[in-house]
């Protein structure tokens, strides 16, 4: 008995992992489920603009849902949008301060949706030519946030990471997702230690 209020008081380990659109929650749902992360918890920040970093943290210090949790494994995921470079890379100094891992993209996270079924170059591709693709390989009009879509997806992690792997390097000139390292990190916590 007294081994589990040690455990209790220690807290219970956690992924958390924040977005910010309803894509990306619904992608990192399916892959919470499929990947049966059991600790992991997926956050959707509310649209609007500003340091996603600094937002994670008020959130976590703050949302008394958070209470008691041991968060080792903090998950950002965020496109562009309108920040500019250096806004970007305050924002990545901070996560690496703070122990967060990013997943960022540029331009969209639909980038790294079509890299489950095409290599992605280097160059840049418009967000309506990532939404004209997606749409051809799924064989229905690619729709954001449809949960049944996603779930389609989850299936091609190791070939999305094999396409996306000559466009990781943080690059606002080009196509760019971190994606793959934060997916591989991620299905690594899955492997429980005996």
Known sequence: MGGRNKKRKKGKPAILIFVEGQTEQAYFNSLRQNLELKSATVVHLLKGTGDWIDKVARSIQSNPKFKGYDAKNVFVI?????DDESQ???????????KYKVGF?????????LAHFETISRS???????????????????QKGNSKQIDSFIGNLDTAILNSSGVK???LNFNSTSLPDIIKEIKELTIDPL
Do not use: P, V
């Open 78 to 82: 965020f496109d562009k949008n309108s």
């Open 88 to 98: 970007i890379l305050t924002m990545f100094q901070k996560a690496t301060q703070r």
């Open 105 to 113: 993209s540029n331009n969209s996270f639909e980038l790294w949706l």
């Open 124 to 142: 840049l591709i418009t967000q309506d030519k990532l939404e004209e693709n997606l749409t051809t390989h799924l064989g229905n009009e690619y």
């Open 169 to 171: 390097e943080f690059d």
